[in-house]
């Protein structure tokens, strides 16, 4: 048995599976903090209104206090769970990077739970939308630390590939498929933040109606429509008025859903036009063309997740912020964001640039990666 | 016979010396509001805290605009713009902002820099008193309040238009403390009248600030007697 098969650990694999769905959760409770405008609703840190986090009464956990208060304690429990896993990974992996990976998640949770108290014993509101986007990056690490610990990863460096000779237009096809998700998940990586950033100025909504903008297709922010759309503004929970900037902010938003819907859309064509393609001059039983099935159907789901998260974009506009629906709409961020990132991993994992000379008739699969080379775990 | 053709002017001197050469006066005016401002909103997350819903008969709305029959708007502050450090702040009564029913009252209030604002919690539940200033120098707090907890006192060293005040557990809760580095300043009540006393004779730009509709200015001199300043917003 190679030393790649004997990484596979299934209890430990199951084991940050159920930690990355808890992360996701925790997502969610720390979105429905900002939702509901609770951030703040605990003035001290780590204490909770001066009792010790894990005794403070349940008959207090009213109003903001129950979100801010329950995404401690959940945050707390991932935390445990990621020392678990690290430690778990440390004793059990013998692989070095992914050791090392592990306690990067462990630093990342870490400094996400200061980053939270900070934000709430410095008064940094802009910390919020730090610690908004470094949620996401550590749910990614998780995922991924989910997929490294798969039998499917650990079984990948032992696939083989049939020799086929016409293989270079799909290669290219691949390459530039490859980066086409990668450029798609950086914006999507921006778009989040764009969000986050949004959902930070405690104005409530800056523009009221979708798709148009104020009535218009590009709204007018002089500063007489802007304290006139305050003026007429009747808002419950937003401290602030808007600006002009606030609106500019969530016309790029729009604009890059846009573009985050045509990248994914072209994602899902090249898959497809490199199934064709592989089709073409591979048989059916070719690894290539099972991959490049996975791969258009990976696609499609990320393209419906799109969709989803467009439509429930529009949703929170319709429903004046409701807060469930904007929470739902950044948890569906960041399943998009996810399922970019980790088709990267798997595209670029099994990547290496081509050797001068190669043996005759090696195909790239369709998630744009050439043949698992010797030694590559 | 010197003497008393001197006396008379000795005395008209000394009449002179103990009566003010100048004399401050009030300025007096009535803030209208022309147009139909938006509808208030009810306080819908406010019925939905089992807390809160327990303290109110009828769900409470929103009350950015408060306008009499006859158009008169509340809750407008006026004040001399420009005029600072003539704060006596700190020789003034403190100013009571309170909690009650999970709804911060006044909403609209105006202190000095110097001056104590106190705080209160008159409900029976929790509430966490955060006050976001912008200016540097005025200083940002969040602090909790338990119910039965003694009042929390503040004091902002430079002036600002309507620092928010805020509960983050009830964020429906807002209060606006406008802060002035003079005592010459006043807001708008329910008739839609200002008093601003006792104001030296000088002109001045007098501003009236509502928090939705945005300020405005006028020009005025102050001589020794009171004078009339009525101000028009409007709804466009």
Known sequence: ?377 | MKGVKVLPVFLLLAVLASAPLTRAADIIGTITLKGTPPPEVPYTPLMDNPDCAAMHKTTPTTHFYVVGPEGELADVVVSLKGVTGKSTGTSQPPVLLDQKGCLYTPQILAIQTGQKLVVRNSDHCIHNVHCTPKVAGNEEHNDAQMPGAADLTYTFAQPEMFITFKCDVHPWMFAWVSVFDSPWFGVSGTDGKFVIKNVPPVKYTVEANHRKLGAQTQDVEVKDSDVTVNFTFEVK
């Open chain 1, 1 to 377: 048995m190679n030393a790649t098969a004997q990484n596979y650990n299934p209890w430990l694999h199951r084991f940050i599976v159920v930690t990355a769905i808890a992360t996701f959760l925790l997502l969610g409770s720390g979105g429905m903090v900002t939702s509901h405008e609770a951030g703040m609703s605990v003035p001290d840190w780590p204490n909770t209104y001066g009792y010790n986090m894990f005794l403070f009464p349940v008959s207090k956990w009213m109003g903001g206090i129950f979100y801010e208060h329950t995404h401690r304690l959940l945050a707390s429990g991932i935390a445990f769970l990621t020392t678990v896993f690290v430690v778990w990974l440390w004793f059990k992996d013998s692989r070095k990077w992914m050791r090392w990976l592990g306690v990067l998640a462990f630093v990342l949770v870490a400094l996400q739970g200061v980053l939270g108290g900070l934000r709430v014993t410095l008064h940094m509101d802009k910390l919020g939308i730090v610690h908004g986007a470094l949620a996401q990056l550590f749910f990614v690490l998780v995922c991924a630390q989910a997929l490294f610990t798969s039998r499917w990863w650990q079984n990948v460096a032992q696939a083989t590939r049939l020799p086929d000779q016409k293989n270079s237009q799909n290669a290219a096809g691949t390459a530039a498929l490859r980066w086409l998700v990668l450029a798609t998940t950086v914006l999507i990586f921006l778009q989040l933040i764009l969000g986050a950033t949004m959902r930070h100025q405690h104005a409530g909504l800056a523009i009221p109606d979708f798709p148009l903008a104020y009535g218009k297709i590009w709204p007018d922010t002089t500063a007489a429509a802007v304290a006139h759309y305050n003026t007429n503004r009747v808002e419950v929970i937003s401290e602030n008025p808007i600006t002009a900037g606030q609106i500019i902010l969530q016309m790029a938003h729009r604009i890059v859903a846009v573009l985050v819907l045509i990248c994914v859309g072209a994602v899902t064509f090249c898959s497809r036009r490199c199934q064709s393609a592989e089709r073409a001059i591979a048989p059916p039983t070719h690894v290539g063309g099972y991959e490049s099935k996975v791969a258009v159907r990976l696609s499609l789901f990320w393209l419906a997740l799109i969709v989803v998260q467009i439509a429930l974009g529009a949703w929170t506009i319709w429903s004046n912020k409701a807060a469930d629906v904007a929470t739902a709409h950044v948890l569906v961020g960041a399943l998009a964001l996810v399922t970019g990132a980790l088709w990267c991993v798997v595209a670029f994992r099994r990547w290496r640039p081509l050797p001068r000379v190669e043996p005759a008739g090696t195909l790239p699969d369709a998630f744009g990666a050439h043949p698992a080379m010797a030694g590559n775990k």
